[in-house]
């Protein structure tokens, strides 16, 4: 026989509450990346030539792919490896356990926040580089703006096309490397 526990009288509340609290979180965490981003390649762009652009073009959309990799990694991840890695005091595996410990909340910032907005700047260095490319060939010609949206978003996809087996296939090197990756920032005591 089961017996009911009594509950405290705040823990539902901080059940239901915590699904607003993050969301709120998720909303300022993608507003303030979001402009960073933005003034940075902003920044870059200006008067800034075809190669820098396309630098740029290609530096957002790569690291769109690697967060969405990392993310879609964390969701598929065995924590096992890193309990032994922990044990053997293996560098950036108490890192990658607290990465797996929140995978939900990772996954949302790698996938939705950071990959989302890596999409939003990418599409406005795309605008820029139809832009350089009218002024180039004296021309307003819609098929320029066509084209150059269909690579980016083809290059997007596809890259996170390619990146995904991989994350699920590789997740366990992918979560360690990236908790190597965060053993490099840690704060030292």
């Given amino acids: 026989m ?3 526990k009594k509950q405290h009288p705040h823990t539902k509340e901080k059940k239901v509450s915590s699904p607003y609290r993050w969301a709120v979180t998720a909303f300022a965490l993608a507003v303030v990346l979001s402009a ?3 003034l940075a390649s902003g920044a870059m762009l200006d008067g800034a030539g075809m190669t820098v652009a396309l630098l740029i073009l290609l530096a957002f959309i790569g690291l769109g792919i690697l967060f969405d990799i990392l993310g879609v990694a964390v969701t598929a991840a065995d924590v096992k490896p890193f309990h032994s890695m922990a044990s053997h005091k293996t560098k950036g595996a108490k890192q990658a356990l607290m990465l797996l410990r929140n995978a939900d909340r990772v996954s949302s910032i790698c996938n939705d926040v950071v990959g989302d907005i890596c999409g939003i700047v990418s599409g406005a260095t795309g605008a820029v580089i139809v832009t350089q490319l009218q002024k180039g060939f004296s021309t307003e010609n819609v098929l320029i703006s066509v084209a150059v949206t269909a690579i980016v978003s ?4 596809g890259g996170k096309a ?3 087996p991989f994350a699920m296939k590789q997740s366990t090197r992918v979560v360690y490397l990236a908790g190597r990756v965060l053993y490099l920032f840690r704060r030292r005591k």
């Fill in 2 to 4: 089961s017996k009911n």
């Fill in 36 to 38: 960073v981003l933005t």
């Fill in 154 to 157: 083809g290059l997007t996809i």
């Fill in 162 to 164: 390619l990146g995904k």
